[in-house]
């Protein structure tokens, strides 16, 4: 699976959009980009996945580069229940199957 | 609603004591997993089930053991415990032909 490099933390106004990038430069035509949060010591919870196009569902949007080398997750209006450590995840369906590797993330913080 | 439960959510435990962590799944997902999260080493996986009966190692199963009898359960049992397996317990199931995995609120394990 490809590395994934995210930067350690953010800041964000409550209501305003967050954006938090990821760069996955070696990442392989047949991996997705996963992105997952953790809210201080409960389960980690997906947030949402794509390939290559755009995706968005009720709780984000990401956003994939068309060179597929880094994406960024958008959180439309920022509340304080997201401050989170946000994980970016490349994973290749069938390879490690179910297995997630989890990096640093980033620390986002939602202030009021 | 679809969820993941793990029981006891909190443990103090003396060493050698034997003791068992439940997970049990209303998905009906064939595929279970343990992980444990330690501070500066991420989550890591314990052992996983692909299905009923059927078990594997994952990168840190040393000092575990589980079992998968039925679909909805996959407990943890550390039959002799040491201090080093204090830690945050994850159980997750994963949702067929995708890598979104569902994880339970963890278990905080403190051996003494």
């Known amino acids: 699976d490809a590395k994934t490099t995210q930067p350690t933390s953010m800041d964000c106004a409550e209501g305003r959009a967050a954006n938090l990038p990821c760069n996955h430069s070696t990442i392989s035509g047949n991996e997705y980009v996963y992105w997952y949060r953790q809210i201080h010591s409960q389960g980690p919870q997906y947030i949402i996945h794509g390939l290559k196009n755009n995706e968005t569902n009720e709780m984000a949007s990401l956003i994939i580069t068309e060179d597929r080398k880094s994406s960024t997750l958008i959180l439309p209006h920022a509340t304080l229940r997201d401050t989170a450590v946000y994980y970016c995840i490349v994973k290749a369906g069938g390879t490690s199957y179910g297995k997630l590797t989890f990096g640093q993330g980033t620390i986002l913080t939602v202030h009021p | 609603e679809a969820q993941v439960t793990q029981n006891p959510r909190y443990l103090i435990t003396v060493t050698g004591k034997k003791l068992t962590v439940t997970c049990s799944q209303n998905m009906n997902h064939e595929y279970m997993s343990w992980y444990r999260q330690d501070p500066g080493l991420g989550l890591r996986q314990i052992y996983y089930s692909m299905n009923v009966e059927v078990t594997d190692k994952g990168d840190v199963p040393e000092g575990y053991k589980v079992s998968r009898k039925e679909k909805r359960n996959f407990p943890l049992i550390l039959e002799s415990p040491s201090p080093n397996q204090t830690s945050l317990y994850f159980c997750?199931?994963?949702?067929?032909?995708?890598?979104?995995?569902?994880f339970g609120p963890g278990t905080r394990l403190t051996v003494l």
């Open positions: 997750a199931t994963l949702r067929s032909g995708t890598d979104t995995q569902y």
